[in-house]
């Protein structure tokens, strides 16, 4: 990804305002995030923070792979979801757990063998790549492993203060209960249990899966009714003048019942549309790419944001914004939702739907401007609209 040569050390400093900064300082930062150094001159008031990157959050190592988190404790605004960074090496397990909440999954990179058993003991199990989905309803058990390729990917769950290192594990659970009841339980012996775990195993490695059949279990009760997978890639986007949008929301991935998304791919020079959304908040993923976003929060404040790959944003329910691509590379990144709907509201599908002489009268323009808006929704725009 090639960026726009930086001439000089920026300073915070705007047509006659401001001043140089000769402090300490961290020009690295303030070079990834000339908005915030130097705010456009729309930018007005206090807005509280809505940007947080993968690469500040704690990394948690372990045998085989790692993994990271942005909740509500990295990123305050964000009360509705959460989201986890992991990456497994080939092989590797994310061992057998569950969750209070429910678990939306996007493959980042590589492959991996997800399984699952519902409350029916109906089962699931399957083989994602980059671009596929997954989701798990809050308390269905599951497990992660890894293909030959190894497999990072990106966890969404519906609540914001939700962390990994409080999960439901089977081996932390089995460790925590007596041997004479598992015995009991299981029906095994002392003897057969003498190499249980200790204590949890959460990320541990083991050996790359066979092929897909050769793993599959017939279980008597069938197969889960809502398949937990969605491949989202081969799903065909809807085209606009500046890029792409794919969504998938319950009318298209029945199983994911509480969240909702789209991958928007923005062309150089385009924007996502000026829009809000009706009924959630949105949290963001930024893939690729670098640009910035531009929020409008009510009663004149507003506030700008730079985004680049693995930085996550937040924006709370109905706050106006959009999205532009500042690179000569595509911006690509998730919108996510805790509803089962995708839902947003086009401020141009709203003014070209009125009585033109409205909007003309209220921001001053000329009726025939007004007129010639497309009254269809384009998410995804650019000058050539």
């Given at each position: 990804?090639?960026?726009?040569?930086q001439?000089?050390?920026?300073?915070?400093?705007?047509n006659?305002?401001?001043?140089?900064d000769?402090?300490?300082?961290?020009?690295?930062?303030?070079?990834?995030?000339?908005?915030?150094?130097?705010?456009?001159?729309?930018?007005?008031?206090t807005v509280?923070?809505?940007?947080?990157?993968f690469?500040?959050?704690?990394?948690?190592?372990?045998?085989?792979?790692?993994?990271?988190?942005?909740?509500?404790?990295?990123?305050p605004?964000?009360?509705?979801?959460?989201?986890?960074?992991?990456?497994l090496?080939p092989?590797?397990?994310?061992?057998?757990?569950?969750?209070?909440?429910?678990?939306?999954?996007?493959?980042?990179?590589?492959?991996?063998?997800?399984?699952?058993?519902?409350?029916?003991?109906r089962?699931?199990?399957?083989?994602?790549?980059?671009?596929?989905?997954?989701?798990?309803?809050?308390?269905?058990?599951?497990?992660i492993q890894?293909?030959?390729e190894?497999?990072?990917?990106?966890?969404?769950?519906?609540?914001?203060?939700?962390?990994?290192?409080?999960?439901f594990?089977?081996?932390?659970?089995?460790?925590?209960?007596?041997?004479?009841?598992?015995?009991?339980?299981?029906?095994?012996?002392?003897?057969?249990?003498?190499?249980?775990?200790?204590?949890?195993?959460?990320i541990?490695?083991?050996?790359?899966?066979?092929?897909?059949?050769?793993?599959?279990?017939?279980?008597?009760?069938?197969?889960v009714?809502?398949?937990?997978?969605?491949?989202?890639?081969?799903?065909?986007?809807?085209?606009?003048?500046?890029?792409?949008?794919?969504?998938?929301?319950?009318t298209?991935?029945?199983?994911?019942?509480?969240?909702?998304?789209?991958?928007?791919?923005?062309?150089?020079?385009?924007?996502?549309?000026?829009?809000?959304?009706?009924?959630?908040?949105?949290?963001q993923?930024?893939i690729?790419?670098?640009?910035?976003?531009?929020?409008?929060a009510?009663?004149?404040?507003?506030?700008?944001f730079?985004?680049?790959?693995?930085?996550?944003g937040?924006?709370?329910?109905?706050?106006?914004?959009?999205?532009?691509?500042?690179?000569?590379?595509?911006?690509?990144?998730?919108e996510?939702?805790?509803?089962?709907?995708?839902?947003?509201?086009s401020?141009?599908?709203?003014?070209?739907?009125?009585?033109?002489?409205?909007?003309a009268?209220?921001?001053?323009?000329?009726?025939?401007?007004?007129?010639?808006?497309?009254?269809?929704?384009?998410?995804?725009?650019?000058?050539?609209?």
């Amino acid at each position: 990804m090639k960026e726009p040569k930086q001439q000089r050390i920026p300073h915070p400093q705007r047509n006659g305002q401001g001043g140089t900064d000769t402090g300490p300082r961290n020009i690295e930062l303030d070079l990834q995030n000339p908005d915030m150094l130097t705010p456009p001159e729309t930018d007005h008031g206090t807005v509280p923070n809505m940007k947080f990157s993968f690469s500040m959050a704690h990394t948690r190592l372990e045998e085989g792979g790692w993994t990271r988190e942005i909740t509500q404790r990295e990123l305050p605004i964000a009360t509705t979801l959460a989201g986890v960074d992991m990456k497994l090496n080939p092989g590797a397990y994310r061992e057998l757990h569950w969750h209070k909440e429910a678990e939306w999954a996007y493959v980042l990179e590589g492959s991996c063998r997800i399984g699952a058993v519902d409350q029916e003991g109906r089962n699931f199990l399957d083989d994602v790549r980059k671009g596929d989905l997954w989701f798990f309803p809050k308390g269905i058990p599951h497990y992660i492993q890894a293909l030959e390729e190894g497999v990072e990917f990106l966890l969404v769950f519906d609540d914001g203060q939700f962390s990994e290192n409080s999960t439901f594990m089977m081996s932390d659970f089995f460790s925590r209960t007596p041997k004479s009841v598992l015995a009991k339980n299981f029906g095994w012996t002392p003897e057969q249990m003498a190499n249980m775990p200790e204590k949890e195993k959460y990320i541990f490695q083991g050996q790359v899966p066979p092929p897909l059949e050769s793993d599959r279990i017939i279980s008597p009760t069938g197969d889960v009714p809502n398949w937990f997978t969605h491949r989202m890639l081969a799903q065909e986007p809807q085209r606009f003048s500046g890029g792409t949008v794919r969504i998938v929301d319950s009318t298209t991935f029945k199983a994911s019942s509480t969240i909702s998304a789209a991958l928007v791919e923005i062309q150089p020079g385009g924007i996502r549309e000026l829009h809000w959304h009706p009924t959630d908040d949105e949290w963001q993923y930024y893939i690729s790419g670098f640009g910035r976003m531009g929020v409008f929060a009510s009663s004149g404040l507003a506030r700008t944001f730079d985004f680049r790959a693995g930085d996550v944003g937040y924006v709370p329910f109905a706050y106006g914004h959009y999205v532009e691509n500042l690179g000569n590379e595509p911006l690509v990144f998730l919108e996510m939702f805790r509803n089962p709907r995708f839902e947003d509201i086009s401020a141009t599908q709203w003014m070209a739907n009125l009585p033109p002489q409205v909007s003309a009268d209220t921001i001053n323009m000329p009726r025939s401007m007004i007129e010639a808006l497309p009254k269809d929704k384009r998410p995804v725009v650019s000058l050539n609209r």
